[in-house]
């Protein structure tokens, strides 16, 4: 019974930005509090889009080596596919091997949360037991199709901001635009979900590498600061 640790980041949304920090992160703090080990004999780094799993080289040398009982964690769904009908089918063809799936951020769609819930369905009378199976499913669909739909939502958003921005990009050097009530906000979208780009954020507001990354700190501390003071 072995435990691995799947990362993923898009090719085109995400190099050069949050990299793979952000899922280490969770998932050494998860090996750590579970005594698991944590190293390259069991981590999987993925440079890929999600949305098949044919050409994703690392997860197939992981796929290949699994086992009835082994684990494997992510981060989020997400990490683990963006496709909803073919994540759906990759799910449960590792369900039906016994893999336990351990989604960090989405504890009901866990392999073991699942199991529970068939379990339960074979128990029932023939009605409930479809009823619940099909419940069980639809949790699935919806999980994973929310994941996609908060991606595009997110990326329309601040596509449409570029398109209707009158703003031009380039400044002379040495000077820096008013921090607006709409650049703090998309700065901080873009804080919390990094598959709004940089690029994006600073063509729509016209500004450049150094300007978004000034303010960027500024926003942070911001935070930070408004944080600390809550709980002192």
Same mark, same amino acid.
């Given at each position: ?9 898009s ?5 050069? @930005?949050?990299?793979f920090s952000r899922?280490?992160?969770a998932?050494?703090k *998860?090996a ?11 981590? *999987?780094k993925e440079?890929r889009?999600g949305k098949n ?6 997860w197939?040398?992981?796929e ?7 684990t494997v &964690?992510f981060k989020?769904?997400s ?8 994540? *759906?089918?990759k799910?449960?063809e @590792?369900y039906?091997? !016994?893999i ?6 989405n504890q009901t769609?866990?392999t073991d *949360?699942?199991?529970?819930l068939?379990d339960?369905?074979?128990k029932?009378?023939l009605?409930?037991?479809i009823?619940l199976?099909?419940? &069980?499913?639809? @949790?699935?669909y919806v999980e994973?199709?929310? &994941?996609e739909q908060?991606?595009?939502t997110l +990326?329309?958003r601040i596509?449409?901001?570029?398109a209707a921005?009158?703003?031009?990009? !380039?400044?002379?050097k040495?000077t820096?635009?008013k @921090?607006t009530p709409?650049l703090e906000?998309d700065?901080?979208m873009?804080?919390?979900?990094r598959?709004?780009? +940089?690029?994006d &954020?600073?063509?729509?507001?016209g500004?450049?590498r150094?300007?978004?990354k ?6 942070k501390?911001s935070?930070e600061?408004? !944080?600390?003071?809550?709980?002192s």
């Open positions: 019974m072995a435990t691995y640790f799947y990362m993923r980041i090719t085109q949304e995400e190099r050069g @930005l949050q990299k899922q280490e992160n998932l050494c *998860y750590e509090v579970n005594g698991l080990q944590f190293d390259e004999h069991n981590i *999987y440079d889009s799993f044919d050409e994703r080289e690392e197939n040398k992981l290949g080596i699994l086992h009835t009982a082994d &964690v989020d769904i990490r683990f596919t963006r496709e909803a009908e073919n994540g *759906y089918q799910y449960m @590792l039906n091997r !016994g336990r799936l351990v989604f960090l951020d769609v866990c *949360y699942i199991r529970q068939l339960v369905a074979e029932q009378n009605i409930a037991k009823s199976e099909n419940t &069980v499913k639809l @949790l699935l994973l199709d929310r &994941v908060e991606r595009i +990326q329309k596509k449409d901001g570029i921005s009158e703003k031009t990009s !380039g400044r002379v040495g820096f635009d @921090l709409e906000t700065i901080t873009y804080i919390s979900d598959t709004i780009l +940089q690029i &954020v600073m063509r729509k507001h500004i450049s150094n300007t978004f000034k303010y960027l700190a500024y926003i501390k935070k600061a408004i !944080g600390e003071g809550k709980n």
